[in-house]
């Protein structure tokens, strides 16, 4: 028997050791430490092109990314065929640059408070459970968490200015550092939002209503209602004009979109014309063109998580439009809430 003190053996007993840490690379890699998040999350990363995403992943496994903050931009009652008739030249030309969609989905009933609290939530309303539509305060606020809730936990600066009341019970008032509510129009909510136009926000929420309002009035696509749609889009060309000045187009994600289109006077069925609304996606990273993927109003706020680089919660039906950025879309199925 060898007696391992003997230096042949030492020697033989070190050069086993180097060829082990050879042929195993791993042996040789320094181990990173990880931050483990308490929270699951579905993945901020693309899925395959043959699979969908089902993995927990941590908040540190999504990259830094250009856009530093989101605008949400909702014109309440815009169908997307209204945007050549009118037409809205700005919208147009914006799209050009753009990932769109004029055959997105939006949630039934196609109404204001419960498709805004979808869009803004990432959930059906099964989930959050805004079931009316007017300015209840005492029945309270949309349950689950919000694209609000997010940004808010992660130190980030929410606005919100819009058109009707009742859109402050999509979330909770502590998430917002600036609500304004005018009740006038398109253009007079744009000029008080760029007349203290801040910067420092991770995302901001605008809200139109004259569109809806001019509907229920002279009639979806009426004269009238083209009338308030045109000059919406030309508060929508001040709001670009200036990101632009500002340097700030290169580093802000736009999505312009809607809570519902509308019928006749009203909305609220499951007909193509109330559920049928805009999509339309600008900023760096964008791949412009009209999309394929089928697209629902809940992907919005998981759009806006992804891109500001935060895990998306698990219980959220929308995922993020992936194809908008380039990336593979995969195999999913066209969301449907259940009623």
């Known amino acids: 028997m060898k007696n391992k003190n003997h230096p042949a053996f030492s020697i033989l007993a070190l050069l086993f050791l180097l060829a082990c840490q050879i042929s195993n690379p791993m042996v040789a890699m320094k181990s990173e430490p990880t931050t483990e998040s308490t929270t699951t999350v579905v993945p901020s990363q693309p899925p395959s092109e043959t699979a969908q995403p089902t993995a927990t992943v941590t908040a540190t496994s999504t990259p830094e990314r250009a856009i530093r903050r989101v605008i949400i931009l909702s014109m309440d009652g815009l169908r997307p065929d209204a945007i050549e008739l009118t037409p809205m030249p700005n919208l147009l030309e914006l799209m ?27 959930l059906c309303p099964s989930k959050h459970g805004v079931d009316w539509n007017d300015y209840i305060p005492e029945n309270g606020i949309a349950q689950g968490t919000d694209l609000f809730d997010l940004t808010h936990t992660m130190g980030l600066q929410n606005l919100m200015y819009v058109g009707k009341e009742k859109l402050q019970q999509v979330t909770d008032a502590s998430n917002i550092d600036r609500f304004v509510y005018i009740n006038d129009r398109d253009k007079v909510i744009m000029q008080n939002l760029l007349a203290d136009f801040s910067q420092d926000f991770g995302v901001l929420f605008i809200h139109f209503a004259t569109t809806d309002a001019m509907g229920h009035v002279h009639g979806w696509l009426s004269p009238e209602q083209f009338s308030v749609i045109f000059r919406a889009d030309e508060a929508i060309g001040e709001l670009l004009t200036t990101l632009e000045t500002r340097g700030l187009r290169d580093e802000t994600l736009l999505i312009v979109t809607a809570d519902h289109g509308g019928h006749g006077k009203t909305h609220g069925s499951s007909m193509p014309e ?10 760096p990273g964008i791949q412009a063109g009209k999309l394929t ?3 629902h109003t809940t992907d919005t706020a998981a759009t806006a998580a992804y891109a500001l680089g935060i895990p ?20 999913r199925a066209p969301t449907i809430c259940p009623r």
């Open 96 to 122: 050009k640059t753009s990932a769109y969609s004029l055959t997105a989905q939006t949630i039934r009933p196609s109404a204001t408070l419960p498709a805004h609290s979808s869009m803004l939530s990432g």
């Open 312 to 331: 998306i919660p698990a219980e959220w039906d929308g995922v993020p439009v992936w194809e908008a950025f380039g990336l593979p879309k995969g195999n």
């Open 274 to 283: 109330d559920m049928t609304i805009p999509w339309i996606a600008s900023g």
């Open 293 to 295: 993927t089928p697209i």
